[in-house]
């Protein structure tokens, strides 16, 4: 497996601004809690994963999976597994706004409900990613000796956590801005971080647990979502 560079001892800028220095372990349940939900999922929800592979295989053909470099806990780098969204292309950004010429119209219902994520189960099993955790990035995105994301790097990446939940509604954003670029690199993306670190100081079973209810809720039922209302009910 290839290796970004390891990050240093942490000093991380808190939100008041003063330095203080701070290291996230995982919680001694995080991993039997993974792999016990990941099985779960995958058995309870293969109804899920047939009909969303059928229906990209129909409509857009091969291949079923998307896969794409991320870096995870201390500058790890690993595939990503989805259900391909877009249309066989090269170029184009990395980041994707609503209304983006590449998704498919499968896709585009996929990424609503976020369906095309569910494969990501099998990277929990592997070990390379936790159900809840920082969103791993692509590497152009990551600078692991900056302070907050040298204090991110510490964890395994999940399929959700705080920061995920909040900004489920990212593309939207996305898509009014002149340069969606700019607006993810500059404004969107280190708030995530503040996020993902927030959520960590705190972290407890309970939480995690109310976390993944309200991340399925709001996946099958996107409909109501408040940010405000989340970041508040997860006592952050």
């Known amino acids: 497996m290839q290796r970004l560079k390891r990050v240093p001892s942490l000093m991380i800028v808190a939100s008041r601004g003063r330095r203080i220095g701070e290291r996230f372990v995982e919680p001694r349940f995080a991993r039997g809690l993974d792999v016990g939900i990941a099985l779960a999922a995958v058995v309870v929800l293969s109804p899920l994963f047939l009909i969303s592979a059928i229906l990209i295989l129909v409509t857009d053909g091969r291949p079923v999976l998307f896969r794409q470099t991320r870096v995870g806990r201390h500058g790890e780098l690993f595939n990503i597994l989805k259900f391909r969204t877009m249309h066989i292309e090269n170029g184009g950004p990395a980041i994707t706004a609503a209304g983006d010429r590449r998704v498919t119209p499968v896709g585009a219902k996929l990424r609503k409900y976020k369906l095309d994520e569910l494969p990501q189960f099998f990277c929990v099993l592997r070990g390379h990613m936790s159900m809840i955790g920082p969103r791993p990035e692509v590497p152009q995105y990551v600078e692991p000796f900056d302070d907050l994301w040298a204090a991110v790097l510490q964890v395994r990446p999940g399929i959700t956590d705080l ?53 399925a809720r709001y996946s099958f039922y996107p409909k109501g979502f408040d940010r405000d209302r989340v970041v508040e009910m997860l006592s952050v």
Do not use: G, H, V
């Open 163 to 215: 920061a995920t939940l909040a900004f489920r509604n990212e593309e939207d954003l996305l898509a009014l801005a002149e340069d969606p670029e700019t607006l993810y690199r500059c404004s969107l993306l280190p708030e995530k971080l503040r996020l993902n670190i927030a959520y960590q100081r705190s972290r407890s079973l309970t939480s995690d647990l109310k976390l993944l209810w309200m991340t």
